[in-house]
């Protein structure tokens, strides 16, 4: 092991190309310790090797492929006890192209694509390196961006499923330029991890827009003061508080569903913008409930697609807010377990609505399965939607 102080970054050195086969392509040295590290190699002592490399070049525009590989080994073996588990080569660059386009083949890519499968991150990984590993021993430098997918399909099927696979295509024909966006609604009471599920998913399905009806009401209350709608300044378990319960009616509901009415002119704002712009969107919140919104108004403009999200163990919401209370000093636990009770008849109250408009309701029992399942469900729902068009 070397004991000298390398592994510290200098100051900025030239850029040095690499040329392989009349192709020239700059030298990296992200992309040097990934193939050191993936080799077995410790991360201070690619670090290290990598700048050294470079260092060594310094003077000259650019070095080939094989003697770098050299200086590579000739370094590392001078310098370091621990040998690399394969020769040192360097990483070789796949190209993937598509109508006059091209674009580096990147695993980490090809691996967050395949989570639109609704499979595990490892598998996912797993399959895009396996698929990378395939390319490189056919000795295939460019492929063609279907011919990658077909590739990704085959995999999943073998490793996984056939239903994985098809889960996989169908989200990738939605990611292709559409005259119409994907919007997935998860409404749902307070603390049952709604948020997190949203921004999980969209990332998963490649989904850059994600908004939150906490959001939506918090710029209505910036327009509307506390005198003219009283409920946009309030919390949706205590909006009741002051105030008058309609006849024989629970005010709790009452008053939470006069705040989800209102907010709900937000919803549609941000449901009619992503359309307009043809623009795929996950929206979570409490304000989501069930037959607020006629879904049917939309049908021609967007694939909507609409869960509810619970937690139907009460010791497990408990233990959320003793979370959040730990993740956030603004959002003390003690504030929510006080109004517990409240907060479970929302609950309620969801999956009654979720029961009578025929909305599907995701038990939030295991944030990973609750992920996977939110994602099976958009890809069948989207399969479903195509087949029933078709006919």
């Given at each position: 092991m070397s004991t000298d102080n390398k592994s510290k970054l200098p100051a900025e050195l030239n850029q040095l190309f690499v040329e392989d086969g009349g192709r020239r392509r700059p030298y990296m040295r992200g992309i040097m310790i990934h193939s050191l590290m993936a080799r077995g190699g410790r991360y201070e002592d690619a670090?290290?090797?990598?700048?050294?490399?470079?260092?060594?070049?310094?003077?000259?525009?650019?070095?080939?492929?094989?003697?770098?590989?050299?200086?590579?080994?000739?370094?590392?073996?001078?310098?370091?006890s621990e040998p690399l588990v394969e020769p040192v080569t360097l990483p070789e660059t796949i190209t993937v192209v598509w109508e006059g386009a091209s674009t580096p083949f990147s695993k980490g890519i090809l691996s967050q694509s395949l989570l639109a499968a609704a499979i595990d991150p490892t598998d996912a990984y797993d399959v895009?390196?396996?698929?990378?590993?395939?390319?490189?021993?056919?000795?295939?430098?460019?492929?063609?961006?279907?011919?990658?997918?077909?590739?990704?399909?085959?995999?999943?099927?073998?490793?996984?499923?056939?239903?994985?696979?098809?889960?996989?295509?169908?989200?990738?024909?939605?990611?292709?330029?559409?005259?119409?966006?994907?919007?997935?609604?998860?409404?749902?009471?307070?603390?049952?991890?709604?948020?997190?599920?949203a921004l999980e998913v969209a990332h998963r399905l490649g989904i850059g827009r994600v908004i939150s009806t906490d959001s939506i009401r918090q710029v209505m209350r910036t327009m509307l003061s506390p005198d003219l709608v009283p409920a946009l300044h309030t919390s949706?378990?205590?909006?009741?508080?002051?105030?008058?319960?309609?006849?024989?009616?629970?005010?709790?509901?009452?008053?939470?569903?006069?705040?989800?009415?209102?907010?709900?002119?937000?919803?549609?704002?941000?449901?009619?913008?992503?359309?307009?712009?043809?623009?795929?969107?996950?929206?979570?919140?409490?304000?989501?409930?069930?037959?607020?919104?006629?879904?049917?108004?939309?049908?021609?403009?967007?694939?909507?697609?609409?869960?509810?999200?619970?937690?139907?163990?009460?010791d497990a919401m408990n233990e959320r807010f003793q979370s959040r209370a730990k993740e956030s000093a603004k959002r003390p636990s003690h504030r929510y377990l006080k109004h517990l009770d409240a907060i479970i008849n929302i609950q309620d109250h969801f999956l009654e609505a979720a029961e009578r408009f025929g909305i599907p309701i995701v038990n939030n029992s295991s944030f990973e399965n609750s992920a996977k399942l939110i994602i099976r469900?958009?890809?069948?729902?989207?399969?479903?939607?195509?087949?029933?068009?078709?006919?």
């Open positions: 670090l290290e090797t990598a700048q050294a490399v470079l260092q060594k070049f310094e003077s000259r525009e650019a070095v080939a492929r094989e003697e770098l590989a050299e200086a590579v080994a000739e370094y590392w073996g001078s310098h370091f895009a390196r396996d698929i990378e590993r395939r390319l490189l021993v056919a000795g295939i430098r460019q492929v063609q961006r279907g011919d990658l997918r077909r590739r990704a399909y085959q995999a999943l099927e073998k490793r996984i499923s056939k239903e994985a696979a098809e889960r996989y295509l169908t989200w990738r024909k939605y990611q292709e330029p559409a005259d119409r966006p994907v919007i997935l609604l998860l409404g749902g009471a307070t603390g049952t991890g709604k948020t997190s599920l949706s378990f205590d909006v009741h508080v002051g105030m008058t319960a309609s006849s024989g009616g629970d005010p709790v509901i009452d008053g939470f569903h006069g705040q989800a009415t209102t907010v709900s002119v937000g919803v549609r704002g941000a449901m009619d913008r992503a359309i307009s712009e043809n623009c795929s969107l996950v929206m979570d919140g409490v304000s989501l409930l069930p037959g607020l919104i006629d879904l049917d108004d939309y049908h021609d403009q967007a694939d909507i697609i609409f869960l509810v999200v619970a937690v139907l163990d009460e469900h958009v890809t069948e729902s989207l399969r479903e939607n195509d087949s029933t068009e078709s006919n």
